[in-house]
């Protein structure tokens, strides 16, 4: 049988960093077995989803590569698929409506409460022999067993016993006639010939409730393992309150793609103490069955860590449309300024973000007019107009603009004047940028491009001079 697996958001707001984390085990599991990873839209509270939502999710996916050979299925789509199951059900007296009014449940509740019990449907409307209330549009109930137990064996949380008694005739059809959560994934599952249940564990305990549904449809139930809790550095489940719960959101902060899926992977599973993973490593080694029990913690700094990690061993070109993207972001226009991969080779030592990095591009990408006061101090002295002068002439005719040929001549200037290599880039730099901090003097003078460079240096001659 070929392993199917599926993420199945409910499109209520963005691709969150446990969506995320979900998507990316369930596509892993599926590769690894030689499987299939599909996708479903859980919309079917009309009140909540909204296609805006589905779009980011959506985008959230792709930016990740998360997505499906197969389209999406979209719950609002099978209504009448999930109607003609619930009435098969009816049929067969696995299920039956239940006209109790709300005040009925609540009264019921109390009662329960009072008697120091679970409050559970009483599953009066079971055996109703009287005619039906007038106006009043009955729910769907699922005759659940009475009696037995339920053993999940989760292959996060192993085996897991839930007591038939302890669960109630679930509601699969509400009152206004739509399909509950607990019945339309029972029968999407069983369609789509999902055979691997990979989800959060707040879904635990309607497991038990979708087994006996599997059950009752005379279908055997696919494997569940439920992932543990994602929390914020605090301790707390993750949350809006931590800030950037939103995948898109560490784009935006600069993290590549390579280094959000190491980051993902490592949040509840492991192998040995290595860290760094390539995709096509962890598409033969990542198992759910090796996932963690225990909850896992979000930490800023090891994804800084790794998205360095990745900014350093990735080819260059391969970031290049991503840089690109974050210059635009920064307000720059990539035509204008030097490569993408350029600015990569000459920065990536010394940030560790994308966002960082366009930061501390700007610099060569508008004209320099701000100057700090006392790099100029330091720097821009009578006895920096000698070396200045001749590095520029030398950069004038150099034949090849690299920056080896760059490193060549300011080292060369340095040797005769019979200069320490910092009297030469201590002045470069600061005409250059307006600052003492920039990377190494050959990449800085060569972003700058060979006009730029001449220019910022005679502005830099006259500044001395003034
Ligand atoms: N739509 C559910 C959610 O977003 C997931 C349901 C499932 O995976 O079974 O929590």
Redesign the pocket.
Known sequence: MTVRTRF???PTGFLHVGGARTALFSFLEARRRDGEYVLRI?DTDLTRSTPEAVQAIFDGLDWLGLTSQEPAVFQTKRFERYREVAQRLLAEGKAYHCYCSRETLDQMRAEAEARGEKPRYDGRCRNRSEPPPEGVNPVIRFRNPDSGQVVVNDRVRGKVVFENAELDDLIIWRSDDSPTYNFS?VVDDSDMGITD?I??DD?LNNTPRQINLYLALGLTPPSFASLPMILGPDGAKLSKRHGAVNVMMYRELGFVREAMLNYLVRLGWSHGDQEIFSMSELEQLFSVDDVNQSASRFDIDKLRWLNQHYLKTLEPADLAEEIRWHLRRAGLDPEQGPAAEDLLIALRERVHTLEELAERAKVWFEPLSDYDDKAVAKHLKPEAAEPLRQVRQALADLSEWSAAQIDQVVRGVGEALGLGLGKVAGPLRVALTGTQVSPSIDHTIYLAGRDQALLRIDAALAKIEA
């Open positions: 199945a958001p409910s859980e994934v249940v989800r959060g879904h």
